[in-house]
């Protein structure tokens, strides 16, 4: 049977070297924010921002939300987020997705600065990312896997990773991570256009599904000694459950585990590493704007996955 | 036999459309213009901003050639570039590698104006072209890849395109294009930490190498039927030869041309077409300062890959 690869353990850990960063910086009397902007009443979205903005006070971040309404002007949204832009309290700031349709949502986020930008969809931190240049905010949910491979010793070096699915904010900034030098990866990035899917998912020594399909991926699609890493989050409505949904991964996680190494949970897998990356490149952004140096904070705090080795926090 | 590509002869169709486009904006008084830097006397860089200037020439475009002291420092470097990005005249920078020891090449090419970075080598360009935001200029060899895919209508969709190598300027680039909507490859990156590198070469529908090892793929290293893209450009010498060396690609030509479907030569492959969508991206940053809109242009000057068939021009 497969190990499970607890996101919320590693997580836990992680998050108490960020508090520890939060508390030298307050030292320094700057508070690491957090703003995140809601439009309209999207019940997932309201979820979902509120989670983070619970997991910020938490570490002792601030958290602003400002909530919007379903029918603003983009050019009402621009001035408020070039607000935020401009307010020296607010050091992250993330435009939760999706946006009603009325509203242009690529210049949505490229309206939030670049070095405010910690959800890593600003396309100069998307290319930052790409050259590799640590000046980059990584997207939260790679960043996160990577961590968790670090985290748990995965060998990535020379391995086969294989990714299904090429979404901008997942797949594609993973690939550009594990094919980069460090990690050395061989890398197959396959879609819904992939051909035999199965041919290609068995060849994995590290397979990361990131599509939004549950039940997608099935024991016989996988070798042995596989590690997979599911990156799927579909809500799936269960009228008898108290919540009435649960979040489902990509994965046929009972068949799948009888052949896997080692595999991540849906939830407590991917889930919680988002979020504690989002607070890291948070913490990562504030810091920015002290004197600091990037070598006296906590290893956990790195976001980039280039100094993996379990810290000491 | 494989169909041998000529990178030569597509080049000389698309410069014709170029040469049209050029003559359409010179009605309106803008004659595109690319200025290459070219620090020290490096005798192949010399060779190839030579030939870039003489392919601006030879299309009506305007060519400069800034040449700068091997020990020029590095703010003497930053205010040559900025001059440049200021000077109207201009519309394309290139600055030509490698870099004298001394001088930190990424911020060099950082320094380009991003709208003026016809190279595609700023990180802003760069994410453009991940995110798939056609206003990022694509860097010129995966640009004149994707072009000669489409113009010798190889199938991409589904395809599997195996990449050997994972440069900034060629593999990486060219994983993201392939892999986007629209040409929807599924992609498999490689490099010199994959394990048994031919396993992953044989897979390949349509195989790419861009790793400057002449002879790194032999025929036992593709499936027959596979469309052989070769990007290799090694200076070999040649003490009895005139002139005493030739450009190598990574591709045992002989042996694989056996086996493959179709095969691009070096030279006369990958390397003209680099050019071809230098100019093709200096046209488009010169036809972004007029009020022309993009539909006006002739199809053969698309850089992206996106409306990728035979045109009339």
Same mark, same amino acid.
């Given at each position: 049977?497969?190990?499970?690869?607890?996101?919320?353990?590693?997580?836990?850990?992680?998050?108490?070297?960020?508090?520890?960063?939060?508390?030298?910086?307050?030292?320094?009397?700057?508070?690491?924010?957090?703003?995140?902007?809601?439009?309209?009443?999207?019940?997932?979205?309201?979820?979902?921002?509120?989670?983070?903005?619970?997991?910020?006070?938490?570490?002792?971040?601030?958290?602003?939300?400002?909530?919007?309404?379903?029918?603003?002007?983009?050019?009402?949204?621009?001035?408020?987020?070039?607000?935020?832009?401009?307010?020296?309290?607010?050091?992250?700031?993330?435009?939760?997705?999706?946006?009603?349709?009325?509203?242009?949502?690529?210049?949505?986020?490229?309206?939030?600065?670049?070095?405010?930008?910690?959800?890593?969809?600003?396309?100069?931190?998307?290319?930052?990312?790409?050259?590799?240049?640590?000046?980059?905010?990584?997207?939260?949910?790679?960043?996160?896997?990577?961590?968790?491979?670090?985290?748990?010793?995965?060998?990535?070096?020379?391995?086969?990773?294989?990714?299904?699915?090429?979404?901008?904010?997942?797949?594609?900034?993973?690939?550009?991570?594990?094919?980069?030098?460090?990690?050395?990866?061989?890398?197959?990035?396959?879609?819904?256009?992939?051909?035999?899917?199965?041919?290609?998912?068995?060849?994995?020594?590290?397979?990361?599904?990131?599509? !939004? =399909? +549950?039940?997608?991926?099935? #024991?016989?699609? &996988?070798?042995?000694?596989? $590690?997979?890493?599911? *990156?799927?989050?579909?809500?799936?409505?269960?009228?008898? !459950? =108290? +919540?009435?949904?649960?979040? #489902?991964?990509? &994965?046929?996680?009972?068949? $799948?585990?009888?052949? *896997?190494?080692?595999?991540?949970?849906?939830?407590?897998?991917?889930? +919680?590493?988002?979020?504690?990356?989002?607070?890291?490149?948070?913490?990562?952004?504030?810091?920015?704007?002290?004197?600091?140096?990037?070598?006296?904070?906590?290893?956990?705090?790195?976001?980039?996955?280039?100094?993996?080795?379990?810290?000491?926090?």
């Amino acid at each position: 049977m497969a190990r499970i690869i607890s996101g919320t353990d590693i997580s836990r850990e992680i998050r108490a070297g960020i508090a520890e960063g939060v508390a030298a910086l307050g030292e320094e009397g700057i508070k690491p924010t957090l703003a995140a902007v809601l439009v309209g009443s999207d019940p997932a979205s309201e979820v979902y921002v509120r989670n983070k903005a619970q997991a910020c006070q938490r570490v002792g971040m601030g958290s602003r939300t400002l909530n919007l309404p379903e029918d603003i002007e983009v050019d009402e949204l621009f001035g408020a987020i070039d607000g935020l832009n401009a307010d020296p309290q607010i050091h992250g700031i993330l435009v939760q997705l999706p946006l009603p349709r009325h509203l242009p949502y690529k210049q949505v986020l490229n309206r939030v600065a670049p070095h405010k930008d910690v959800d890593g969809f600003h396309p100069l931190n998307a290319g930052l990312s790409f050259v590799g240049d640590p000046e980059g905010f990584v997207p939260a949910t790679p960043a996160g896997i990577m961590k968790i491979l670090e985290w748990e010793k995965v060998p990535t070096h020379g391995k086969h990773a294989v990714i299904v699915g090429r979404s901008l904010i997942v797949s594609k900034p993973l690939a550009s991570l594990l094919m980069a030098p460090g990690p050395n990866a061989t890398v197959t990035l396959t879609h819904k256009y992939t051909v035999d899917l199965a041919s290609h998912t068995r060849m994995a020594d590290i397979l990361i599904v990131a599509v !939004g =399909k +549950p039940g997608l991926i099935t #024991a016989d699609m &996988v070798k042995p000694g596989v $590690v997979v890493i599911d *990156a799927g989050t579909t809500r799936v409505v269960d009228p008898e !459950g =108290k +919540p009435r949904y649960r979040i #489902a991964g990509d &994965v046929d996680f009972e068949g $799948v585990s009888e052949v *896997a190494a080692a595999i991540t949970p849906v939830p407590g897998g991917v889930g +919680p590493m988002t979020i504690t990356m989002l607070l890291s490149n948070t913490l990562e952004a504030a810091r920015r704007t002290s004197g600091a140096t990037s070598s006296t904070l906590p290893e956990a705090l790195v976001g980039s996955g280039k100094r993996g080795r379990r810290s000491s926090s």
